[in-house]
Nanobody, 110 residues
Framework: VQLVESGGGLVQPGGSLRLSCAASGATFSSSAMSWARQAPGKGLEWVSGIYSDGSTYYTDSMKGRFTISRDNAKNTMYLQMNSLKPEDTAVYYC?????WGQGTQVTVSS
């Protein structure tokens, strides 16, 4: 099983990015999927999750700015991030069951 994140990069404050997490080696349509992040010098922080029925949850600081979605046909999860702030700078990881991706770096800076 492999999870591969993509879509990270450098963006100015107020900008947007869309992260993707592509899963291979198994089908996760019946599993919850989630995003977490780790900022420099800090611990892992849960960002958002999406259940198999499409219901979602967000950490309070991301509500209204981030949108999680999934495409079960493509075995892929997304995170649309808008109104990005410097404090959103982190490595973003996707997680399904016991599996983790390698992470994608998001840097918000002017």
């Amino acid at each position: 099983v492999q999870l591969v994140e993509s879509g990270g990069g450098l963006v100015q404050p107020g900008g947007s990015l869309r992260l993707s997490c592509a899963a291979s080696g198994a089908t996760f349509s019946s599993s919850a999927m989630s995003w977490a992040r780790q900022a420099p010098g800090k611990g892992l922080e849960w960002v958002s999750g999406i259940y198999s029925d499409g219901s979602t949850y967000y950490t309070d600081s991301m509500k209204g700015r981030f949108t999680i979605s999934r495409d079960n046909a493509k075995n892929t999860m997304y995170l649309q991030m808008n109104s990005l702030k410097p404090e959103d700078t982190a490595v973003y990881y996707c997680n399904v069951q016991k599996y983790w991706g390698q992470g994608t770096q998001v840097t918000v800076s002017s």
